[in-house]
């Protein structure tokens, strides 16, 4: 094992302890900057379920406290399980298309029910994962972190210009400021600043921003003061039913969230410590987001993923070490038992969110062009590339195209992701190379 004291300089060493008073802020660094998108899921699929207040904040609860342990699993490591890197956890977007249609044809417990079959599925895909490895070169799974990356920049947008929910004052000139103000702090601390303050640029960024939202009124501060103070979420208060038609959508989804795992395990090593993941921490880290989804289908909270913001935060850093991002999952899981810091946390403006994920999702786009600038760039992988990234992304812009497909069908080739991910693999094995041209 690798020495946990090793010079600070060496920071992009996964063994490498700061000391505490450097690790736990870099730790609740990473927490804030997966918050709003992991308790955004259970607030949307409690929308669509019609829950009350006081359920929502129990799926809320559920999502936080599975997010620290599948956070727990990656980092820490038990057996083969756990990719044993800096990884972050937390509620996928990416089932939301599938969850929202099973709500209405077969309920909440479906949900819960398909989380738990496609947590084991997944489990399953992570132990041949490394043999399969060699369909996803870095041609592909770069393709797959890029995609993720410009995907996901529109939700930053979304953020800095409000929220995705759109509010009435959707796009006002307060929340752009405050977006901007964020960026400039953390950009400014970045590359001006130096030691602690430039590795915490997006933790600072995000508390100036919100002591900036206070006086402007944009701080909820009435779900600080209703939360309570402790509270233990509640296993399988909506049952669980197993649907044929939701465990079908979720498997499948769970193989897209598979491929995503490859890319944000190869985008944090290639942005971190500049090199290629291994293949014991490719089928470790697929088989801990399998395990970390079967827990949240237990706990009453949706399937996790690997969390794409942190691996922009771990390329912005330079921060390699899994040990702060376990302080970071141990803060995750109190957040889960304690509704009060969940509440302070969730209280930070939208604006300020998207100031930060804007270039943290940049950056975990820079991480797919930093991946793909390994690969050469003759006609073939040229194709490759325009042929997944427009046809997905371009599907997912456009829904619209495929208005007229059975649902199921629309649901995945407009989810952005999958139609790039498997036309990237599907080119790569068909198409020759230039010198089987020649």
Not at 200 to 211: D, E, P, R, T
Not at 229 to 244: C, E, H, M, Q
Not at 314 to 329: D, F, W
Not at 335 to 358: F, Q, R
């Amino acid at each position: 094992m690798a020495n946990k004291n090793l010079k600070p300089e060496q920071l992009d060493q996964t063994e490498y302890m700061p000391p505490l008073r450097e690790a736990i802020p870099l730790g609740i660094q990473h927490v804030l900057a997966m918050f709003a998108g992991n308790v955004t899921v259970p607030i949307i699929i409690a929308a669509a379920a019609g829950l009350g207040t006081g359920d929502t904040v129990l799926l809320i609860q559920a999502a936080l406290l599975a997010s620290g342990i599948a956070t727990l699993i990656q980092c820490v490591g038990f057996g083969p399980v756990g990719a044993r890197l800096p990884v972050v956890q937390g509620t996928s977007f990416s089932f939301i298309p599938v969850m929202l249609p099973v709500i209405q044809l077969a309920g909440l417990p479906a949900i819960f029910g398909a989380t738990v079959v496609s947590g084991i599925f997944h489990f399953t895909l992570g132990t041949v994962i490394g043999k399969v490895r060699k369909l996803i070169p870095p041609l592909v799974s770069g393709i797959v972190v890029l995609a993720i990356g410009l995907s996901l920049l529109p939700v930053g947008i979304k953020y800095a210009a409000g929220g995705a929910n759109m509010p009435a004052d959707f796009g006002s000139l307060p929340h752009w400021m405050l977006a901007i103000f964020v960026m400039i702090v953390i950009l400014g601390l970045k590359f001006y600043a130096q030691g602690f303050l430039a590795r915490s640029s997006v933790l600072i960024g995000l508390i100036v921003g919100y002591l900036l939202a206070l006086p402007m009124g944009m701080v909820n501060l009435a779900i600080v003061s209703e939360a309570g103070w402790f509270a233990l979420p509640r296993p399988f208060r909506y049952g669980l039913v197993f649907d044929t038609t939701a465990i079908i959508g979720m498997c499948l989804i769970a193989v897209v969230s598979a491929i995503e795992t490859v890319g944000d395990i190869s985008g944090i090593t290639r942005g971190g410590a500049g090199r290629e993941a291994t293949d014991r921490e490719i089928t470790g880290g697929t088989m801990a987001d399998g395990v970390g989804t079967v827990f949240a289908g237990l706990l009453g909270a949706m399937p996790n993923t690997t969390y794409s913001q942190n691996v922009g935060l771990v390329a912005l850093t330079g921060i390699m070490s899994r040990h702060v991002v376990t302080i970071g999952a141990v803060f995750l899981i109190l957040a889960g038992l304690i509704p009060k810091i969940g509440a302070i946390v969730s209280s930070i403006p939208n604006a300020v969110l998207g100031g930060a994920t804007i270039i943290m999702f940049g950056m975990v786009a820079s991480a797919g062009l930093n991946i793909l600038g390994e690969v050469q760039m003759d006609r073939r992988n040229m194709v490759i590339i325009a042929v997944s990234i427009g046809v997905g992304l371009g599907l997912q812009a456009v829904p619209e195209a495929v208005q007229y497909l059975p649902e199921t069908a629309r649901i995945l080739l407009t989810s952005g992701l999958l139609p790039a991910a498997f036309l990237a693999i599907f080119l790569n094995l068909v198409l020759p190379f230039e010198k089987d041209l020649d």
